[in-house]
C-alpha cells in the first residue's frame, strides 16, 4: 500500500511528463501553462459555428488526446489546435448530416418503403431506406432553380440559418423565409420525389429558425 510520501512522488512525476509533452519547464505551474493553451485552442475555433460550451469541450477533449499519444511535439498548441479543428469539423458535419435528415422530412413525410416503388407503401412497414431517401431529397433540392434553389440549398444542404442566408445574399430576412417555402414547394414536385409524397401527410412545418419575425 502507498503511502503518503509515495502519492505524492507519483503525482509529481506525472505532472512532470506533462509539463515536458506540453514543451514547458519543469518549474512552470501546470494549472496556469493548461489554463492558457486551452483558451488558445477555444479561440482558434472561433471561425467554427459552434457554442462556447461546445468549443470548450472540443478543446479539453484535443488536449486529452495529445497528452495520451505520450509523446511531444515541435509545437504542442499548434498539433492540439490541428486535433481540435478536425474534431469541430467531424461535429459540425455530423450535426448537418444528422440536420438534413431531419429537414428532409419537410419535403418527403409519406412513410414509404423507396426500393419497392410507392405501391409498397401499405404493405411494407419497413419505411424509407434512409440513404436513398436523403440521396432522393438532395437530388430533388439540387433542382430548385433561381433564388429559391439558392435559398432552399443554403438552408438545407449548407446548414446555415435564415440570418446567414440573409447576410450572404444580402435579401431581407422575410424574404429568405419566402423563397425558403417557395423552394419547398417546387422540391416536393421534382420527379424523384413527387411519386413519394401524400399532401395530406406533408408537414407544414419549417426547421428550427423559418419564422416570420
Not at 455530423?94 to 409498397?120: F, N
Amino acid at each position: 500500500m502507498l503511502n503518503v510520501n509515495d502519492q505524492a512522488s507519483q503525482e509529481e512525476d506525472r505532472e512532470s511528463r506533462v509539463l515536458l509533452l506540453l514543451g514547458v519547464g519543469l518549474d512552470a505551474d501546470l494549472g496556469e501553462v493548461t489554463q492558457r493553451m486551452w483558451r488558445e485552442i477555444i479561440a482558434s475555433l472561433s471561425t467554427f459555428a459552434l457554442s462556447a460550451a461546445e468549443r470548450e469541450d472540443l478543446a479539453a477533449a484535443a488536449m486529452l488526446r495529445f497528452l495520451e499519444r505520450h509523446q511531444p511535439a515541435a509545437n504542442p498548441v499548434a498539433y492540439m489546435i490541428t486535433i481540435a479543428r478536425r474534431l469541430a469539423a467531424k461535429s459540425l458535419a455530423i450535426t448537418r448530416a444528422e440536420q438534413l435528415t431531419e429537414d428532409m422530412t419537410v419535403i418527403v413525410s409519406t412513410p414509404v418503403h423507396l426500393r419497392g416503388g410507392c405501391e409498397d407503401e401499405e404493405r411494407n412497414s419497413a419505411g424509407p431506406d434512409d440513404d436513398e431517401l436523403t440521396q432522393r431529397s438532395r437530388r430533388a433540392v439540387n433542382s430548385v432553380p433561381g433564388q429559391s434553389g439558392e435559398v432552399i440549398r443554403a438552408r438545407l444542404l449548407d446548414g446555415l440559418e435564415p440570418a446567414e442566408v440573409a447576410r450572404s445574399t444580402g435579401r431581407p430576412r422575410n424574404q429568405i423565409y419566402q423563397e425558403y417555402r417557395r423552394g419547398l414547394a417546387v422540391a416536393r414536385q421534382a420527379p424523384e420525389i413527387s411519386p413519394y409524397i401524400r399532401e395530406a401527410h406533408v408537414k407544414r412545418r419549417r426547421p428550427s429558425g423559418d419564422g416570420d419575425d
